[in-house]
């Protein structure tokens, strides 16, 4: 399929707000690729590259090269030339990655040449995101959403999984099953007010306690154990000891999910940041852990044997793991069996939680099954402070003791149409070695600067604090965060995982005016 055909139904599809537009524009364009490069379509329309970022930043792709006079382009050339372009290492690297570019960019015309630098860059944001583009693939291969959203959430990836339907139709569906050793997409919580907030949504339900680590899914088959966050990336070579404890485990074949957080020699859970840069240290691995042991401690199950158990209740899922993992691998749970009578308990299960150096409670209903990659309304995590995990869209230059580092974060809610709407701005909660990080990491996701202010590939979640919302009319959603003050950066989660509009305007309590 040529390029131009993919560059035009972007253009269209970021023109329009009905989301039944988007999904019949992306619905034509898929049933017309040929089923081998089906899966690169449907990649680039979502702002993908299969390879991952190529490591070239706005000066490589913003040099003028002139445009073919006609599409000649497909997308599998695109291909070739971004698998060479991360190929590119050593002395005369960035010489050799302008040449390709400067070649792709010479074969392109005008408009594909503007969609290959938003491609590039990261900046592909017109609503063709994962939810759209499932409808869509749905409707042109001529098979259920909810199969396919259910195959798309076991095999981890739209573009595989939208290949095979476009193929075969309805029988692919039928193969694609859970397996370990191929990481799912992991179930995610809502937010609830309060302890009894949460048991009044639920009834009978579970209190557990919210650590602060790491999210991970634990696949054993045999001696076989591999290590995978929630993103789905692989990190068993960070974390031996995690798969030295799934090995001493009752069972020889499971998936388990838990947290893997690090303690003080006292026993509190050290602060997030810490897990996080031990698993992404660049010291050898025996250092890393000799200076923060890292302990993993699990909450669910996911299979079992030759068995797949996530669309068991979760009290018989709670079953099938205390047979598996010792309770000292366990995370400390309250069982609620009647959340009235127990509401005391509750909370004072939440204090202990807090006291313990934990960040609040996850509150899940007992008769609920593992919907893997939603966020639904089962799990509610509750914490003692209103928080959200926005995106950061653009970054301004610090002054004073600042100078020279990225520091006013400009933070950004999921809208609807796939975009990200603006809630304001904050220097405040940041450390300076918070700061020397993000200024490394948003330099890294740059893609204009004027000199003040640093627009950025729309890639870095933070958790940001937050007291209340006012009305403002300076911002998409009418609505600004009061006195936000950043938690935490979240490397470990995608822009897909920030908080929406709607999660923000029902969470804040209700905008007051500002003054």
């Known amino acids: 399929m040529l390029l131009a055909e993919v560059a035009r139904v972007s253009r269209e ?11 019949a524009l992306l619905a034509e364009l898929f049933a017309a690729a040929p089923p081998d490069e089906a899966g690169l379509v449907i990649a680039y329309l979502s702002g993908r590259l299969p390879q991952g970022r190529p490591g070239i930043g706005w000066r490589t792709l913003s040099r003028d090269v002139e445009p073919a ?58 609503g063709a995101l994962d939810a759209v583009a499932l409808e869509a693939v749905a409707a042109a291969a001529g098979v259920p959403a909810t199969g396919l959203r259910r195959a798309v959430m076991l095999d981890g990836s739209l573009p595989r999984v939208a290949a095979a339907v476009l193929a075969r139709g309805a029988e692919a569906l039928r193969g694609i099953t859970l397996r370990v050793g191929q990481p799912v997409q992991p179930m995610l919580a809502n937010t609830a007010r309060s302890v009894a907030a949460g048991l009044a949504a639920l009834g009978p339900c579970a209190v557990e306690e919210k650590l602060d680590g790491i999210r991970v899914q634990v696949h054993r088959d045999g001696d076989d154990v591999r290590v995978y966050t929630r993103s789905l990336d692989e990190i068993t070579d960070r974390l ?26 006292d026993g509190r859970p050290v602060p997030f940041q810490e897990i996080a840069s031990r ?57 609620v069996e009647d959340p009235a009578a127990q509401e005391a308990e509750a909370e004072e299960f939440l204090a202990e939680s807090l006291r313990r150096g934990h960040e609040g409670v996850m509150v899940k209903a007992l008769d609920s099954v593992y919907a893997a990659g939603r966020r639904g309304r089962n799990w509610l995590k509750v914490k003692p402070v209103h928080t959200l995990d926005l995106v950061v869209l653009a970054v301004e230059r610090g002054h004073g003791r600042r100078t020279g580092l990225l520091s006013n974060l400009h933070l950004g809610a999921r809208a609807a149409d796939g975009t990200f709407a603006m809630l304001g701005k904050t220097f405040k909660g940041l450390t300076d070695e918070m700061l020397r990080w993000q200024t490394e990491r948003l330099g ?62 029902g969470q804040g309590g209700g905008p007051s005016d500002p003054g």
């Open 240 to 265: 031996p000891e995690v798969a030295e404890l799934a090995r001493t485990f009752a069972g020889e074949r499971f998936i388990l999910d838990g947290e893997v957080i690090g303690h003080t020699p």
């Open 444 to 505: 890294e996701l740059a893609v204009e600067d004027d000199g003040f202010t640093v627009r950025v590939r729309p890639e870095l979640v933070v958790e940001i604090a937050y007291d209340g919302l006012q009305r403002s009319p300076r911002y998409p959603a009418g609505v600004a965060l009061r006195f936000a003050r950043v938690l935490r950066h979240r490397p470990d989660k995608s822009a897909a995982e920030a908080d929406t509009v709607e999660t923000v305007l």
């Open 279 to 335: 698993v992404g240290s660049r010291l050898d691995v025996a250092a890393a852990r000799q200076v923060l042991p890292a302990a993993a401690y699990f909450f669910d199950v996911l299979a079992v044997g030759e068995g797949a158990v996530l669309d068991l209740p979760l009290r018989e899922r709670y079953a099938e793991l205390a047979a598996l993992v010792p309770q000292s691998a366990r995370v400390r749970r309250l069982a």
């Open 69 to 126: 006079g006609q599409p000649t382009l497909g997308v599998r050339d695109v291909d070739a030339a971004v698998t060479e372009l991360a190929a590119v290492a050593g002395a005369g690297a960035q010489a050799a990655r302008q040449r390709i570019v400067d070649a792709l960019f010479a074969a392109a015309t005008a408009p594909e040449q503007r969609f290959l630098r938003s491609l590039l860059s990261g900046e592909v944001r017109q």
């Open 13 to 23: 599809v970021a023109e329009t707000s009905a989301r039944s537009r988007k999904t």
